[in-house]
T-cell receptor
Framework: EADIYQTPRYLVIGTGKKITLECSQTMGHDKMYWYQQDPGMELHLIHYSYGVNSTEKGDLSSESTVSRIRTEHFPLTLESARPSHTSQYLC???????????FGSGTRLTVV | GQQLNQSPQSMFIQEGEDVSMNCTSSSIFNTWLWYKQDPGEGPVLLIALYKAGELTSNGRLTAQFGITRKDSFLNISASIPSDVGIYFCAGQGGKLIFGQGTELSVKP
C-alpha cells in the first residue's frame, strides 16, 4: 500500500514548458528526497529536505527547484523543460533517525 | 565523493538457482540497505543492516553487513520468476548512496 504518491506517472511535454512534479506522503515523515534515474541506472540525489522551509541541493546538479511549505508535500519544478531533462524522477521520504526510505512510483518525464 | 561498486551488473539464471550479489566501497557506512525495483516502479526496501557483521534474513533473502563496514552482500535462494528486477545496494554515512544496480533475469 503506497503512502507516498507521485503525479503524474507519465508526462510528455514540449521544450520550454514549465512543469511541476507532485509528491505527497501521508506518513508524517520529516525527511523527503528527489532522485533522478535513467532507465536501469543508478539513482542520483538532486534535492532533499529535512523539514518545512528546509531544502538542499543533492549530489547531482539539477536545474530543477523544490519547495517544502507543508510537511507532506515536496513538489519539484522545472521552469523551462529541455530534452536533457528526460528521465525518471523518484520521490522518497523517511523519518528522522530512520534509514529505510519509502519511495513513490516515480514520474517518467519525456521532453520533446 | 562516496561511491558504491555493485556487482555483477546483470545476471541471467535458471529458476531454482541461488543468486549472490555484492557491494563494496572505499568509504565506511553506518547502515547498508538492499532495495528491489520492478519496471516502472520505485525501489522497495528488502533488508536493512545496522551493525558490522550483522546477518539478516527476509524469507529467501539473506544479507550481511561486512566486518570492515565497507561492503555488503545479498543472497537469494531458490530463485523464482517474480525475483526479476533490479536490485540496488545503498550505504548510509550521511545521505543515502546507491550502487549501480544488478539486473536479475530468471528463466522459468
Amino acid at each position: 500500500e503506497a503512502d507516498i504518491y507521485q503525479t503524474p506517472r507519465y508526462l510528455v511535454i514540449g521544450t520550454g514548458k514549465k512543469i511541476t512534479l507532485e509528491c505527497s506522503q501521508t506518513m508524517g515523515h520529516d525527511k523527503m528526497y528527489w532522485y533522478q534515474q535513467d532507465p536501469g541506472m543508478e539513482l542520483h540525489l538532486i534535492h532533499y529536505s529535512y523539514g518545512v522551509n528546509s531544502t538542499e541541493k543533492g549530489d547531482l546538479s539539477s536545474e530543477s527547484t523544490v519547495s517544502r511549505i507543508r510537511t507532506e508535500h515536496f513538489p519539484l519544478t522545472l521552469e523551462s523543460a529541455r530534452p536533457s531533462h528526460t528521465s525518471q524522477y523518484l520521490c522518497a521520504s523517511s523519518e528522522l533517525g530512520e534509514y529505510g526510505y519509502t519511495f513513490g512510483s516515480g514520474t517518467r518525464l519525456t521532453v520533446v | 565523493g562516496q561511491q558504491l561498486n555493485q556487482s555483477p551488473q546483470s545476471m541471467f539464471i535458471q529458476e531454482g538457482e541461488d543468486v549472490s550479489m555484492n557491494c563494496t566501497s572505499s568509504s565506511i557506512f553506518n547502515t547498508w540497505l538492499w532495495y528491489k525495483q520492478d519496471p516502472g516502479e520505485g525501489p522497495v526496501l528488502l533488508i536493512a543492516l545496522y551493525k558490522a557483521g550483522e546477518l539478516t534474513s527476509n524469507g529467501r533473502l539473506t544479507a550481511q553487513f561486512g566486518i570492515t563496514r565497507k561492503d555488503s552482500f545479498l543472497n537469494i535462494s531458490a530463485s523464482i520468476p517474480s525475483d526479476v528486477g533490479i536490485y540496488f545496494c545503498a550505504g548510509q554515512g550521511g545521505k543515502l548512496i546507491f550502487g549501480q544496480g544488478t539486473e536479475l533475469s530468471v528463466k522459468p
